[in-house]
């Protein structure tokens, strides 16, 4: 982990407990063409930004802001050659999605109830991400990012058809076999209805059940009678929404995504509560009927942190008959599944591709990576970096690790070479977890290693992921300028900003490419105005509490503006298609906004073909070079 992953991202140890227990828009090459504007619709167009005091207590709306125009990035050593916007030619359109955390709000599993230790400074940021105020309403914040998506349709420079959607992990919350059939149905277009246990009424800590009514949760209805407000009601001064929980529990046609989609393993797909390993308890305690509703007597949060950083759980599971419950509606939908049973759920869809990259063999391993060719020009390698030993950071295991050598070495070499965009959940740096505690005692692959392999392929332009709830964009560099790939980092569909992004590769037919990345909002007001009676109007109030979340890093999860909009350049790494014959008069070039470049000069004539083999050969001999990674920025 490093500083630049927002404190809503911090480890959730205490799910312990309930095993225990129980620059200028891109516009100017289709210009006159009668396309639609390029970047309508999108961020470029006009984005979300915090808006102004609702009220006395502080709470705030949004409000439209200003199109952010991509920013040039050059932190790989490669200059923006002039005259490339009249050149570019569209190699890969596509859709990211990333940390959906599709959420059961009722289920027996959560433990909500261990947020509250975020504010004690003995415990702060242990228990983070427990609970949120806009939990249940993630269905329909998913739908209006699906109809966002598909209203766009094209990505905004190059104006190519979007090739396909891609999830990178936290598609679900809590690993549980009702969530991941409502992600699934949210993508396909398939009616289902977001609700769990007793369909006549919400049974969760938003409720007004007066025997558990507790006053660290929002309860939109309002408190039981005789019973104080909320704190979120009365400090940070939080609506009442009367009737928002049987609207966000209704049955509803989501959009659908009218393309391939693919997904990646997150941490939340693959484990409880995003941190811990399935098991017999666990699942039980998800199907059941007994929701812990507190901590048993004598169990301080201290006793929960000990017990889970000295891996001896055993005095919390002596207290499980103590804990405090609340009964609810058992539901067996609520099973938690293992990483093979969400593999193979994805073959019971509608959508396309079967499976949605998943394959038969994945399902007989238990392994969730794998590798598709979107164009004839690109190879897509789907990582899985869950460590099933547990905590909510990632690493490989060795044998995949060997896969993916073998798969970059397919894609490299004379007739076969083509350009990799790998995708996972995890950021290089937060795979940097090493935890071995299954039969399988091999040490774990961590971040470091990975980019080092795929630095020692030249092909390799771009990385794709989630996990962070924060927009980026990190250079990582090899040793010869233009060498190495960017990282691309997108924010939550669960937090604030509550964004997406359209990503292009573009070959600009001068030695270099562009990867555009663009943010995308869902489709949805600014205001939900008192509207409880469709999806893009829920997803509206949604984001508007996650800006009002006061655990929430809002500022840091939208990034800097050189990490949202931006145009990453890099060196071509083999010739892709013909270059255009000289003009006799160069038009010149829209004025971008560039960030200055911070090293190296960039050779793009006929001697660069020859730098990039001499350094695969150093590499692939072992003599890997010195790396400079992530922080080109002054």
Not at 91 to 100: A, E, G, K, N, R
Request: hydrophobic residues 40%.
């Amino acid at each position: 982990m490093t500083d630049r992953q927002p404190t809503r991202r911090t480890v959730l140890k205490g799910a312990a407990v309930v095993g225990g227990l129980q620059c200028f828009p891109a516009r100017g090459a289709w210009a006159g063409t009668g396309r639609p504007p390029a970047g309508a619709g999108t961020t470029l167009d006009s984005t979300v930004v915090r808006g102004a005091a609702l009220n006395a207590a502080g709470y705030v709306g949004v409000t439209g802001g200003p199109g952010e125009p991509h920013v040039v990035r050059d932190g790989l050593g490669v200059k923006a050659q002039r005259g490339r916007e009249g050149r570019r030619t569209g190699l890969l359109s596509f859709s990211h999605l990333t940390d959906i955390h599709v959420i059961d709000a009722q289920s027996p599993a959560r433990v909500e109830f261990l947020d509250r230790y975020d504010d004690d400074p003995r415990t702060r940021t242990l228990f983070s991400s427990a609970y949120r105020p806009q939990e249940m309403l993630m269905p329909h914040v998913a739908e209006s990012m699906v109809a966002a998506v598909g209203r766009i349709g094209r990505g905004p420079v190059s104006r190519r058809r979007l090739d396909f959607a891609i999830c990178t992990g936290d598609n679900n919350d809590n690993s549980q076999l009702n969530e991941l059939r409502w992600q699934i149905a949210v993508l396909d277009g398939t009616a289902f209805t977001p609700g769990s246990g007793d369909p006549a009424r919400f049974e969760g800590v938003h409720d007004q059940d007066a025997a558990t009514y507790d006053v660290h949760y929002w309860h939109p209805d309002g408190a039981p009678q005789g019973k104080q407000d909320d704190n979120l009601r009365r400090v940070s001064g939080f609506p009442l929404v009367k009737g928002l929980l049987e609207a966000a529990t209704r049955t509803f046609t989501p959009t659908g995504l009218s393309m391939p989609w693919y997904t990646a393993f997150g941490n939340h797909d693959g484990l409880v509560q995003g941190n811990f390993p399935i098991s017999f308890q666990l699942t039980r305690a998800a199907q059941g009927p007994a929701k812990i509703v507190s901590l048993p007597a004598g169990v301080t949060p201290l006793d929960v942190e000990r017990a889970v950083t000295t891996g001896s759980p055993g005095t919390l599971a002596a207290a499980a008959t103590a804990a405090p419950v609340r009964i609810v509606t058992a539901d067996p939908m609520r099973r938690v599944l293992t990483r093979a049973e969400t593999v193979k759920e994805h073959f019971t869809t509608g959508g396309t591709p079967l499976g949605h990259g998943y394959t038969a063999q994945n399902v007989a391993d238990g392994t969730a990576y794998y590798v598709f060719e979107p164009s004839p020009q690109v190879r897509a390698i789907v990582l899985d970096t869950v460590n099933p030993n547990g905590n909510s950071n990632g690493s490989l295991d060795p044998d995949q690790f060997a896969w993916l050598r073998a798969r970059l070495e397919e894609a490299s070499g004379p007739g076969r070479n083509r350009l990799v965009v790998v995708f996972s959940h995890h950021t290089i740096e937060s795979m940097d977890n090493a935890l071995v505690a299954t039969e399988d005692q091999r040490p774990r692959v961590q971040g470091p290693a990975v980019r080092d392999l795929l630095l020692q392929f030249p092909n390799v332009v771009l990385w794709v992921n989630g996990h962070t709830h924060r927009n980026r964009a990190s250079a990582f560099r090899g040793s010869v300028d233009g060498v190495g790939f960017w990282q691309l980092n997108t924010s939550a569909h669960v937090d604030w900003p509550c964004q997406s992004r359209l990503v292009e590769l573009v070959d600009n037919r001068d030695g270099t490419l562009s990867i555009f990345a663009t943010l995308l909002d869902v489709a949805a007001p600014l205001a939900y105005a008192g509207r409880l009676d469709s999806s893009p109007a829920l997803a509206s109030l949604s984001r508007e509490l996650a800006l009002n979340d006061p655990q929430a890093n809002q500022d840091s999860a939208r990034g800097m503006v050189e990490d949202r909009n931006v145009e990453l350049l890099v060196r071509a790494p083999f010739a892709l298609t013909a270059r255009p014959a000289p003009k006799a008069k160069q038009r010149q070039e829209p004025v971008s906004r560039q960030l200055p470049a911070t090293g190296g000069t960039t050779a793009l004539a006929a001697g660069a073909a020859t730098a990039l083999a001499a350094a695969v050969v150093l590499r692939r001999r072992g003599a890997v070079d010195p790396i400079a990674s992530a922080g080109e920025l002054p």
